[in-house]
Antibody
Framework: QVQLVQSGAEVKKPGASVKVSCKAS????????MHWVRQAPGQGLEWMGR????????NYAQKFQGRVTMTRDTSISTAYMELSRLRSDDTAVYYC????????WGQGTLVTVSS | EIVLTQSPATLSLSPGERATLSCRAS??????LAWYQQKPGQAPRLLIY???NRATGIPARFSGSGSGTDFTLTISSLEPEDFAVYYC????????FGQGTRLEIK
């Protein structure tokens, strides 16, 4: 079955970077865009951007331009999201989700930014 | 950026009742609107895509309607497991989400 499995929780200090992985299985990895969405504690969903695993092309939400980098490794069917210059308000659960229909979603990765 | 406004913010109903959730877009999104359900501690789950198409495995009590700027998610008869937060999302121009409607047990 189609499945997305994300890396584990991270604790980072302000100013640091974090890289979250999303391993895909059950389908052709290069056939579908991968999106990244985050959710701060008790808040709603916020789209961060997407990557075309076939070409590596990316589209980022304006809010994250210059701070986010999405990459992929097709040999292991894994997408990555790196967020730099972390601030306390970047504390959130980060999700990957497949395709424009955003289905399925990964289980989420909690990133805590704290000094 | 297309802003999606969901109403009401909270809806209090009893099992067996009908739920009607609204999503209004700041400009037309055609039919490129989806609905998601999220329960505490879980990732969102796709319910409806392209305004009115149920996703795989979604019960028939969930239905979506609308086009342009006004959309509705209807749950015909609430089951206990339906009490959750619901988000609408557009993909007409980039991707944005509504702020959510919390469906709680009355």
């Amino acid at each position: 079955q189609v499945q997305l499995v994300q890396s584990g929780a991270e604790v980072k200090k302000p100013g640091a970077s974090v890289k979250v992985s999303c391993k895909a299985s059950g389908y052709t990895f290069t056939g579908y865009y991968m999106h990244w969405v985050r959710q701060a504690p008790g808040q709603g969903l916020e789209w961060m951007g997407r990557i075309n695993p076939n070409s590596g092309g990316t589209n980022y939400a304006q809010k994250f331009q210059g701070r986010v980098t999405m990459t992929r490794d097709t040999s292991i069917s894994t997408a990555y999201m790196e967020l730099s210059r972390l601030r306390s308000d970047d504390t959130a659960v980060y999700y990957c989700a497949r395709d424009q229909q955003l289905v399925p979603w990964g289980q989420g990765t909690l990133v805590t930014v704290s000094s | 950026e297309i802003v999606l406004t969901q109403s009401p913010a909270t809806l209090s109903l009893s099992p067996g009742e009908r739920a009607t959730l609204s999503c209004r877009a700041s400009q037309s999104v055609s039919s490129y609107l989806a609905w998601y359900q999220q329960k505490p501690g879980q990732a969102p789950r796709l319910l409806i895509y392209d305004a009115s198409n149920r996703a795989t495995g979604i019960p028939a009590r969930f239905s979506g309607s609308g086009s342009g700027t006004d959309f509705t998610l209807t749950i015909s008869s609430l089951e206990p497991e339906d009490f959750a937060v619901y988000y609408c999302q557009q993909r007409s121009n980039s991707i944005t989400f509504g702020q959510g409607t919390r469906l709680e047990i009355k």
